[in-house]
Each structure stands twice: as structure tokens, then as C-alpha cells.
């Protein structure tokens, strides 16, 4: 695996090798947006790594937000993986359904939670599957509560407060992850009464261009020439966005990958943003 790809990702010959590891525990982050009319419960049940467990980013959510899988309090997160079995020191590897969109989401909480041994399995359960190798559709096997220690960094998460102060003073450089033509203005928002567009000074940056046809994420050096040609400064402050808060945390580790691990995303995103007339938005 090229340069340091490794701290972020893993594939699946490794995790193959390393399934039946004491210190790894294998999650699936799978989620889809509401219009896929897709389960991923359901999915989880009908076939999943050995040995995975569902990790639910509608649920390990707080509770008390409108907006969807809202970062939930330290507390309630660390008694959640707790009970999974996920203690300090373990490796987390996560996948999804889908090569790593929601799994991303899960990586960047485990990172904001202060647990930094946690990493996506490249291509996820499609290359899994396409590749042969096993799956399951029994219950994982019960595991043993472990002590895990929150230490919830802060820099690595923005609210709609710091990104309104970041467009005004221009003290960030702001990626949205979403369809070029939403960011345009000119296709409709999958969640209804979002206004269309985008935030004054934002860079565009469609997460599926970080893939390969495979949805293995592409190697560091393609990674930072698509954000130089995207006129993405590297060096300086990132905060990425997109509908919910998922496709924004594929390029956070699209950039980690790249070598700048330290890119906040904005938690709201558009589902926030697009839906409060104090924030504003440009078409185009």
C-alpha cells in the first residue's frame, strides 16, 4: 500500500489475514440516504463480514438534534462501543456496503472521540464480496465490555457558527463533497425545503471523483493532484461539507490519505445550512 495509506486505510487481504485478531474489531457502517428505500439493517442481517457488528450512525446520534446522525456526547458514545466490546488500545476497522461513504463517517466519529487506531476497509464489502471471501449472516459472537477512554477533539469537527465565521473572514477553505449540479444550484436537494447552492467562497469537489472504478480510494499522489486541480491548498486550514455530514468525512480521509489528516467537517452541512435563511447561499 503506497506512503502511509496504511494509517488510514486498510485492504481486504490484510484485514482477511487479521479477522480473527484479539485486538481488531470489524464494524458495519453501512447507510443510505432515505430516497435509496434501502435497509441496512436489513442488509447487515442478510450477509455480513464474520464476525462485524451494525454500527449505527442514525443511532449513535444525538438524539436532541433535528438534523440527522448528529455527533452524540462523549458519554453516550463511549458507553455505545463500550457495550460493542471496543476498548483503548483495539483496532477499529469499519467498512460499508458501498466501498467506504458511510464508513468514512464512522472512522472520522472514532477520530473526534480521541480514538485514533481506526481505519476503513478500502473498497468495502463489495470488494469483499467480489473477491470471494466470506460472509455471514449470524449474530456476531458476544464480546466482552471494554474500557474506552473519550478524548473528544474538537478540531476536527466544525458547527454552522464556525463555518459562518470562517465564509465571512475567509479563514477557511471550505470543500463541499456534493453533485456538482446541487452545489450549482441546478438539481434539487434529496431533503425537501433545502434551498439549492452553496456557500459563498466554496470549493466544489464531488466525493466520487476520490475513487477508483472499484470505489478503492485512489493512491496518495492521484489524491493530491485532485486537489491541487480542485485549487484545494493542502497547507492551510480544510473544512469539508456536504448533505448530512457523510460524503464530507470521504473527503477528510481522501485528505488524510493525501497527508493532511487534520481537516474538520462541517457536522450539519447542507441538511443545516441550506435549511436556515441567517446563512448564506449563491447559486452558479
Given at each position: 500500500?503506497?506512503?502511509?495509506?496504511?494509517?488510514?486505510?486498510?485492504?481486504?487481504?490484510?484485514?482477511?489475514?487479521?479477522?480473527?485478531?484479539?485486538?481488531?474489531?470489524?464494524?458495519?457502517?453501512?447507510?443510505?440516504?432515505?430516497?435509496?428505500?434501502?435497509?441496512?439493517?436489513?442488509?447487515?442481517?442478510?450477509?455480513?463480514?464474520?464476525?462485524?457488528?451494525?454500527?449505527?450512525?442514525?443511532?449513535?446520534?444525538?438524539?436532541?438534534?433535528?438534523?440527522?446522525?448528529?455527533?452524540?456526547?462523549?458519554?453516550?458514545?463511549?458507553?455505545?462501543?463500550?457495550?460493542?466490546?471496543?476498548?483503548?488500545?483495539?483496532?477499529?476497522?469499519?467498512?460499508?456496503?458501498?466501498?467506504s461513504n458511510a464508513a468514512a463517517r464512522v472512522w472520522w466519529m472514532f477520530r473526534v472521540m480521541g480514538h485514533h487506531d481506526v481505519?476503513?476497509?478500502?473498497?468495502?464489502?463489495?470488494?469483499?464480496?467480489?473477491?470471494?471471501?466470506?460472509?455471514?449472516?449470524?449474530?456476531?459472537?458476544?464480546?466482552?465490555?471494554?474500557?474506552?477512554?473519550?478524548?473528544?477533539?474538537?478540531?476536527?469537527?466544525?458547527?454552522?457558527?464556525d463555518v459562518l465565521r470562517a465564509v465571512e473572514r475567509e479563514t477557511a477553505q471550505i470543500i463541499d463533497a456534493r453533485a456538482a449540479a446541487r452545489f450549482r444550484g441546478e438539481a434539487p436537494e434529496p431533503r425537501a425545503g433545502?434551498?439549492?447552492?452553496?456557500?459563498?467562497?466554496?470549493?466544489?469537489?464531488?466525493?466520487?471523483?476520490?475513487?477508483?472504478?472499484?470505489?478503492?480510494?485512489?493512491?496518495?499522489?492521484?489524491?493530491?493532484?485532485?486537489?491541487?486541480?480542485?485549487?484545494?491548498?493542502?497547507?492551510?486550514?480544510?473544512?469539508?461539507?456536504?448533505?448530512?455530514?457523510?460524503?464530507?468525512?470521504?473527503?477528510?480521509?481522501?485528505?488524510?490519505?493525501?497527508?493532511?489528516?487534520?481537516?474538520?467537517?462541517?457536522?450539519?452541512?447542507?441538511?443545516?445550512?441550506?435549511?436556515?435563511?441567517?446563512?448564506?447561499?449563491?447559486?452558479?
Amino acid at each position: 500500500m503506497a506512503e502511509s495509506s496504511g494509517r488510514w486505510i486498510v485492504d481486504t487481504a490484510w484485514l482477511a489475514e487479521h479477522l480473527d485478531a484479539p485486538d481488531v474489531v470489524v464494524l458495519d457502517g453501512s447507510w443510505h440516504l432515505p430516497t435509496a428505500e434501502r435497509d441496512p439493517k436489513a442488509d447487515y442481517a442478510a450477509a455480513h463480514l464474520p464476525d462485524a457488528q451494525f454500527f449505527d450512525i442514525d443511532d449513535i446520534a444525538d438524539e436532541a438534534s433535528p438534523l440527522p446522525h448528529m455527533l452524540p456526547s462523549t458519554i453516550k458514545f463511549a458507553s455505545r462501543v463500550k457495550k460493542m466490546g471496543i476498548g483503548d488500545g483495539m483496532r477499529v476497522v469499519v467498512y460499508d456496503a458501498e466501498g467506504s461513504n458511510a464508513a468514512a463517517r464512522v472512522w472520522w466519529m472514532f477520530r473526534v472521540m480521541g480514538h485514533h487506531d481506526v481505519v476503513v476497509l478500502d473498497g468495502g464489502m463489495a470488494k469483499w464480496r467480489a473477491e470471494g471471501r466470506p460472509v455471514d449472516d449470524l449474530p456476531p459472537r458476544p464480546r466482552t465490555p471494554r474500557h474506552f477512554t473519550p478524548r473528544f477533539n474538537a478540531s476536527l469537527v466544525q458547527d454552522a457558527d464556525d463555518v459562518l465565521r470562517a465564509v465571512e473572514r475567509e479563514t477557511a477553505q471550505i470543500i463541499d463533497a456534493r453533485a456538482a449540479a446541487r452545489f450549482r444550484g441546478e438539481a434539487p436537494e434529496p431533503r425537501a425545503g433545502l434551498r439549492s447552492g452553496h456557500m459563498p467562497g466554496a470549493l466544489n469537489l464531488p466525493y466520487e471523483l476520490l475513487y477508483n472504478e472499484d470505489r478503492t480510494y485512489k493512491s496518495p499522489e492521484d489524491l493530491r493532484a485532485l486537489f491541487d486541480q480542485a485549487g484545494i491548498d493542502r497547507s492551510q486550514p480544510i473544512v469539508t461539507s456536504c448533505g448530512s455530514g457523510v460524503t464530507a468525512c470521504i473527503v477528510a480521509l481522501g485528505l488524510a490519505i493525501a497527508g493532511q489528516p487534520n481537516a474538520a467537517v462541517y457536522d450539519g452541512s447542507w441538511t443545516e445550512w441550506g435549511g436556515d435563511e441567517r446563512f448564506p447561499v449563491i447559486t452558479g
